[in-house]
């Protein structure tokens, strides 16, 4: 059984196969930023979820705000910018002009009880805006 408690404007709960996960939502911060030129939006921008699993996960929407189709992926650091071993749905995505997709991010506690993040989008390898979140695990033994 595996369950995950997504950060979204309105918690989602997610469960793998047929199981039922214990999970509960936390405050949510809703914001969103939109980069100069044409670049990547990303909402919410800043978020804190609180999860009773031994994964955390947040839905996290990139809209593509240039004239023309491109690539965007996710790719989730801790607060020093160091990379976090994160599973991110879809891995990248080619989105068209205007267009917005949701992406998923689970992130493993790794025996830790709050993990402080900071998700990237980038676009060729080139990083774009950043959000900051928290999730932190609560335990009910």
Do not use: W
Not at 98 to 106: E, K, L, M, Y
Not at 125 to 131: D, E, K, P
């Amino acid at each position: 059984m595996r369950g995950f408690l997504i950060g979204a404007a309105v918690p989602v709960l997610l469960a793998a196969g047929a199981s039922t996960a214990l999970a509960a939502g936390g405050g949510v911060g809703f914001g969103g930023q939109v980069t100069r030129g044409g670049g990547p939006g990303l909402s919410p921008l800043a978020a804190e979820t609180v999860s009773f699993a031994e994964e955390a996960g947040l839905r996290l929407v990139v809209s593509n705000t240039a004239g023309r189709q491109r690539r965007f992926r996710l790719v989730v650091y801790d607060k020093a910018f160091r990379p976090v071993a994160a599973q991110v749905f879809p891995a990248d995505a080619s989105l068209a002009a205007g267009a917005s997709r949701q992406f998923t991010v689970i992130v493993p506690f790794e025996g830790a009880v709050r993990r402080d993040l900071t998700i990237c989008v980038e676009r060729s390898g080139h990083r774009g805006v950043c959000g900051s979140y928290l999730v932190r695990r609560e335990r009910l033994d």
